[in-house]
């Protein structure tokens, strides 16, 4: 069995990032958060690493090859601006971060809930009231170590399939801002295919619906 993530490296010490780390911090995990302008070095070698930056930001990142990568970032075009690569429905945001982060191991999650529900709707196992958290990524293994983690940071993990799954969990679809338990999420996830934008995504992946 993998070993449990004990350190969390986090890029972006922003509203989302700021939150991680205080989840993290809390669950016993040591912490190391940095804004574009900090020294990177410890912060990459954590035994995972969280992209919480601006997806315009993508190609400002340092390198995190060999690095377990926490993908939390979402294209929002009003905040980055419009950004061709990100706008083809074929290609989940997650896949083109991997793309661009080569030699890095990427697994989606922590994207789709607000900064307030990371900070405030953090519950124990035995809350009734405990929201699910979709992961997605291509290594059920690293997948399997990011959703212990998730776990441990206070939601239930939903596994939602490989990276190009991500889009199921991205803007402009039903799970993305929704707090939702493990069982409701996992539905949402489920009735993507039939809703608009998954229609969008099948036809793009030349997958007849
Ligand atoms: N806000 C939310 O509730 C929320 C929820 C889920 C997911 N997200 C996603 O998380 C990402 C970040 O959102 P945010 O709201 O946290 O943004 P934010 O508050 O604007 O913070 C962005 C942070 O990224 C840092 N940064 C920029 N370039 C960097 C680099 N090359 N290396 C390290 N740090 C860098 C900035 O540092 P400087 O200040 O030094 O420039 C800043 O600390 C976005 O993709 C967003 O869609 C946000």
Request: charged letters at 25%.
């Amino acid at each position: 069995m993998s070993s449990p993530i004990s350190s969390l490296g986090i890029l972006g010490a922003g509203r989302i990032g700021r939150a991680i780390a205080a989840l993290a911090r809390d669950a016993g995990l040591a912490v190391e958060m940095v804004g574009s302008t900090g020294p990177f070095e410890t912060v990459v070698r954590a035994d995972a690493v969280v992209l919480a930056v601006p997806l315009s930001r993508l190609d400002t990142l340092p390198d995190v090859s060999g690095a377990l990568v926490i993908d939390a970032m979402n294209y929002w075009w009003e905040l980055d601006g419009a950004m061709a690569r990100f706008e083809d429905p074929s290609t989940s945001s997650s896949e083109i971060v991997a793309r661009s982060l080569r030699g890095a191991r990427v697994v989606k999650t922590l994207n789709h809930l607000s900064g307030y529900a990371l900070e405030e709707l953090a519950r124990a196992h035995s809350d009734p009231e405990r929201l699910g958290m979709a992961v997605a990524g291509d290594d059920e293994a690293d997948r399997d170590r990011i959703c212990a983690l998730v776990d441990a940071l206070g939601f239930t993990p939903v596994v939602a399939g490989a990276l190009a799954d991500g889009v199921r969990f991205e803007p402009l679809t039903e799970a993305f801002g929704a707090d939702a338990d493990a069982e409701e999420l996992a539905d949402m996830l489920a009735r993507f295919w039939d809703s608009q934008r998954g229609r969008v995504v099948a036809r793009a992946r030349g997958h007849a619906r």
